[in-house]
């Protein structure tokens, strides 16, 4: 008898571990059914959104074009539209070139990002190649008007990644580096006064040309242009900002790694007394070695500075460790290696034209940096990045973002979703009344 009830006590032990079991089971089929339904449903909200704010670019009020262009930017940068890219490009392109063309500092500041985001998520090919004609004149008449450096430093932004891009001939993205260069370099006619450009668009304008110059043959530029951009960027050197300071450190950096102005000193090019033709001569060979010199003490210099009064101690640090990079390639040719992990792989710098491209775009993308390395083509062949293959399972996690933008009762998305399914309802209710009522009933 106690055998038996031994016996019965185990079996019912083992039933309610089978249930558990069955129930756990149940439980985890139901949640990737649940996450695969919000995933598809999120995916049909941004095409709804992308939709409803290209309608919105249309309106006459300022503010709603800027709060449909703030939509748009977080979907590119939350996701990889294609199928919208595909369908209907060109009009989200010709309505974001109106509001630059047109619209208060935010919205062109606005609509400058959701320019270099569509240039991005098409990648290479006719579809960018034609953002970076159409964009090229509006974003430099826009540059030209020099009011506020958000709006500024968004332009500039924008049309780096442009050319970065559709740029498929080294004139195309000189064009844009010189008009980068007159932001603080303007021509002027008679008495136009020369406005101080900001630090902040200094920083800007420096980040964006030294983008830019990783994509050229310094073979393509003429000595002159070398000279003129090395002996600015030692000026910028001695000024107060630390962030102008170092931007214009990685672009020297970045120039003597290319080696341009060595290969000018010793190439055939070079000739006895004056400059011809783009030629260099012998006296600019003199200027350039001495250039190198007087930058190399200004690098030693920043990479030891000591912190003066009321100096912030994380951007000193900064300081000093950027330089003592910089002084150490100039010196022993060792440039930086940098590593960051997305996704379980690590996307691994080496020269300091990579450090300048990947730190660019991980500030143009901001929180979609993660997003777009891991299922944008193009940045996979920039970087030389395979990410890891993603499994459609229970791994797969909605992000951050696309959970605040599903999330939020007051988001245009969750907005969009209502009324999709309230339409999807609606129809499948005129479709089959008395089916979808038993239907719903026996569950």
Not at 267 to 295: E, F, L, Q
Not at 340 to 357: D, M, P, R
Request: overall charge negative; hydrophobic content about 35%; aromatic content about 6%.
């Amino acid at each position: 008898m106690g055998k038996q009830r031994s016996s019965q006590r185990k079996n019912a032990a083992m039933l309610d571990s089978d249930d558990t079991d069955s129930v756990s089971s149940s439980s985890t089929i139901r949640s990737d059914y649940v996450m695969a339904s919000a995933m598809e449903d999120l995916q049909l909200d941004k095409e709804s959104v992308l939709d409803q704010s290209l309608d919105a670019l249309y309106e006459k009020r300022g503010s709603t074009r800027e709060k449909a262009l703030a939509e748009i930017i977080e979907v590119f940068s939350s996701s990889l539209p294609h199928e919208f890219v595909e369908k209907k490009f060109a009009t989200l392109l010709h309505q974001c070139l109106n509001s630059i063309k047109k619209g208060s500092a935010k919205e062109i500041a606005l609509a400058s990002h959701a320019i270099g985001l569509l240039a991005l998520t098409a990648g290479m090919g006719e579809k960018s190649q034609e953002i970076l004609e159409e964009s090229v004149s509006p974003f430099s008449e826009a540059l030209r008007s020099r009011s506020e450096a958000s709006k500024i430093a968004s332009l500039l932004e924008g049309l780096a990644v442009i050319a970065f891009v559709g740029g498929n001939e080294p004139e195309e993205t000189e064009k844009c580096m010189h008009i980068m260069w007159q932001v603080v370099h303007p021509k002027l006619g008679p008495n136009v006064v020369a406005t101080k450009p900001s630090p902040g668009i200094i920083t800007s304008v420096v980040s964006a040309w030294s983008f830019l110059l990783t994509t050229m043959d310094g073979w393509t530029l003429d000595p002159n242009s070398w000279q003129e951009s090395v002996s600015y960027f030692s000026t910028l050197l001695e000024k107060d900002d630390r962030s102008v300071r170092i931007a214009a450190g990685e672009a020297l950096a970045l120039i003597y790694e290319m080696g341009s102005l060595e290969k000018f000193c010793g190439s055939s090019k070079v000739i006895s007394d004056s400059s011809v033709n783009g030629d260099i001569s012998s006296r600019d060979v003199n200027y350039i070695h001495g250039m190198r010199a007087k930058v190399l003490n200004q690098v030693r210099d920043l990479s030891a500075e000591a912190g003066g009064k009321g100096s912030a101690k994380k951007d000193l640090n900064n300081q000093r460790n950027t330089f003592r990079d910089i002084l150490e390639f100039l010196e022993d040719g060792y440039a930086p290696e940098t590593s960051v992990k997305i996704g379980g792989e690590s996307l691994t710098t080496t020269t300091w034209a990579q450090l300048i491209q990947l730190n660019f775009i991980k500030k143009f993308l901001s929180g979609g940096f993660v997003k777009h390395m891991q299922e944008n083509g193009f940045l996979h062949e920039v970087f030389n990045f395979t990410p890891k293959k993603k499994l459609l399972s229970s791994t797969d996690r909605v992000s951050g973002t696309d959970k605040r933008m599903y999330k939020s009762p007051n988001s245009i998305l969750n907005k969009a979703r209502t009324q999709f399914l309230n339409k999807q309802r609606m129809m499948s209710q005129d479709r089959n009344a008395g089916h979808y009522a038993s239907g719903f009933g026996e569950d």
